[in-house]
């Protein structure tokens, strides 16, 4: 879940305060940014075109990340990029 949407971004994107994403690896090649957040509106925005100061929360895992832990073990992080 992503708060604080810049006006701009959701301008742009045609997006809310807040939504919901999932995080997307663009690629495997080495030296180059990979990492992205893709909204539900089809949207994916590279995490170094992110502005500072969204909060993320972190709502699931990947299953290979947690094999061992079951979903109720697992609390929502806040963290601020």
């Known amino acids: 879940m992503v708060r604080n949407i810049p006006d701009a971004l959701r301008s742009k994107h045609k997006l809310q305060a807040e939504e919901e994403v999932r995080f997307e690896q663009l690629t495997a090649a080495p030296n180059t940014y990979r990492d992205a957040i893709a909204f539900r ?8 075109d992110l502005s500072e100061g969204l909060l993320i ?19 929502p992080t806040p963290s601020i990029v």
């Open 41 to 48: 509106n089809g949207t994916t925005v590279r995490l170094q």
């Open 57 to 75: 929360t972190v709502l699931a895992l990947s299953p290979s990340a947690h094999e061992n832990q079951t979903a109720s073990s697992i609390a």
